[in-house]
C-alpha cells in the first residue's frame, strides 16, 4: 500500500527571487520515501529549475522566458499566456483533468502569496490548504483588510516574519483563525552558501574605496534608486566609494539610465544576474538593504552567515533579524537615512570588527534541518 502523501505545490516561475529559491532549498531536503510531489509552475523558466530534485514532478502552463516588455512582436504570445492562465484559472477542473496527473491530492500548497486563489478554487474539496506568506501584505494596495481574511480560508498560514504574524492575528475573528497562522523560519542552507562563497569574484575591488553591495531582483520595491541617488550625493560629498547591484528584473533599463544620468558609471556596478552571488558578498565590505518593503529578507541572514557588516532600511523582518540593530545597523525608510548610514559606516570603520565580531559571536536562528522540520510537520499532521 503506498503511504505517500500526494502533495500539489504551485508558484508562478523557478527564476531568481527569494521566495523561489527558499522553496528549492526546502523541496532538496524532503525525503521521496515520504511523499510524492508535484509542482505546478505558471511559466515555466528560472535558474532554479535544475536544482528540483530528479524525484518531484514538474508541471507547467507556459513555458519560455517571463516577458517584461510590450514590443509589438512578444504581444500575440503575451496575449495567449494571460488568456490562457486565466482560462485555467475560471476553469480549474480543467487543469486538473488535462495537465495534472492526480485527481486527488491530501495537500495542496500555494508557494507564494499570488496562487492563494488558484489552491482555493482548486476541485479538490478534501485537500488539505497551506499558503506560505513571503510578503508584508500590508504594503500592496490591493490586500484590503477583506482580502487578507480571505486567507483564512486555508487550514495553515505560514508566515516569515512577526510582522506578518502580527497582521494576520489582528484580523482574526475567532480563536480557530488565530490558531491557523503559523510562525516559521526560512530553511538557508549555511554551509553550501560558505562553499560557494570560496569561489572566484568575476569584479576587481579598488583597495582604498568602501564598497556597499545589495542584492535582489531589481524592480522598485528594491529602492536601487534610492540607494544610487544616496551613492551620488556621498561622491559628491568627498565620500569614494563603490556600489555593487547584482541582479536582473524588469526595472532594470531604468536603474541603467539613472546610473548614466547621475553619471556615476565608474563607481556604480550593475552586475546583472549571478548564478552564484556570493563570492561578491565575500568581496564587499558592507552589505545594504535599501528596500521599500520586504516580507523577510532572506539576503541578510546570507550577509550573516559570510560575516558581512548590514546597513538595513526598517522594513518587515529587518528589525527581527537584526535582533533590534544588534546585529546590523537599521536606518528609517528613506533616501536621506540611505545617505546618513553609509556615511556612518565609512566615518565610523571600526564597526566592521564589531559587528563582525557579534555576527560571529551568534547562533543564527535559520538552521536548515530545524526550519525544513517545522514546516514539514504541517504536511504530516
Not at 500539489?8 to 523561489?20: F, K, N, Q, V, W
Not at 569561489?199 to 536601487?224: A, R
Not at 560575516?307 to 535582533?323: C, H, Q, Y
Not at 533616501?335 to 564597526?351: A, T, V, W
Amino acid at each position: 500500500m503506498n503511504s505517500k502523501k500526494k502533495i500539489l505545490i504551485r508558484i508562478g516561475s523557478l527564476r531568481h527571487g527569494g521566495a523561489e529559491k527558499v522553496l528549492v532549498t526546502f523541496l532538496k531536503n524532503l525525503s521521496p520515501h515520504k511523499y510524492e510531489i508535484d509542482l505546478l509552475l505558471n511559466l515555466y523558466s528560472g535558474k532554479y529549475l535544475k536544482e528540483v530534485p530528479s524525484w518531484i514532478n514538474i508541471y507547467y502552463l507556459n513555458k519560455g522566458e517571463m516577458i517584461t516588455t510590450n514590443r509589438l512582436q512578444d504581444i500575440p504570445q503575451k496575449a495567449f499566456r494571460v488568456t490562457y492562465q486565466a482560462v485555467l484559472k475560471r476553469f480549474p477542473k480543467l487543469l486538473y483533468k488535462y495537465i495534472l496527473p492526480n485527481t486527488k491530492y491530501d495537500i495542496e500548497f500555494a508557494a507564494i502569496h499570488g496562487i492563494a486563489g488558484e489552491i482555493l478554487d482548486s476541485p479538490i474539496k478534501s485537500s488539505k490548504k497551506i499558503i506560505w506568506i513571503h510578503n508584508d501584505l500590508s504594503n500592496i494596495p490591493e490586500y484590503t483588510e477583506e482580502k487578507l481574511k480571505s486567507f483564512f480560508r486555508f487550514d495553515k498560514i505560514l508566515v516569515i516574519s512577526e510582522k506578518i504574524n502580527q497582521l494576520f492575528l489582528n484580523i482574526a475573528n475567532s480563536d480557530e483563525q488565530k490558531n491557523k497562522i503559523v510562525r516559521i523560519y526560512n530553511p538557508i542552507d549555511v554551509e553550501e552558501i560558505k562553499k560557494l562563497s570560496l569561489e572566484p569574484c568575476t569584479i576587481k575591488k579598488l583597495d582604498n574605496e568602501p564598497t556597499f553591495i545589495s542584492i535582489g531582483t531589481v524592480f522598485p520595491q528594491k529602492g536601487f534608486d534610492r540607494l544610487l541617488k544616496a551613492h551620488k550625493r556621498l561622491l559628491d560629498n568627498g565620500y569614494k566609494h563603490q556600489i555593487w547591484i547584482v541582479g536582473d528584473g524588469y526595472d532594470f533599463p531604468s536603474i541603467q539610465k539613472l546610473v548614466d544620468d547621475l553619471r556615476i558609471n565608474e563607481s556604480a556596478k550593475l552586475i546583472g544576474f549571478k548564478e552564484n552571488p556570493y563570492p561578491f558578498f565575500v568581496k564587499a565590505d558592507y552589505y545594504i538593504l535599501s528596500s521599500r518593503y520586504e516580507g523577510y529578507p532572506t539576503v541578510l541572514f546570507e550577509a550573516m552567515v559570510l560575516t558581512k557588516p548590514i546597513i538595513a532600511t526598517d522594513v518587515s523582518g529587518v528589525r527581527e533579524m537584526l535582533n533590534n540593530g544588534e546585529l546590523g545597523y537599521i536606518i528609517n525608510n528613506d533616501e536621506e537615512s540611505i545617505y546618513y548610514g553609509m556615511k556612518y559606516f565609512m566615518d565610523n570603520p571600526e564597526l566592521v570588527v564589531k559587528y563582525k565580531d557579534i555576527i560571529k559571536s551568534k547562533s543564527l536562528p535559520f538552521q536548515l534541518d530545524n526550519a525544513v522540520k517545522s514546516i514539514e510537520q504541517y504536511f504530516n499532521d
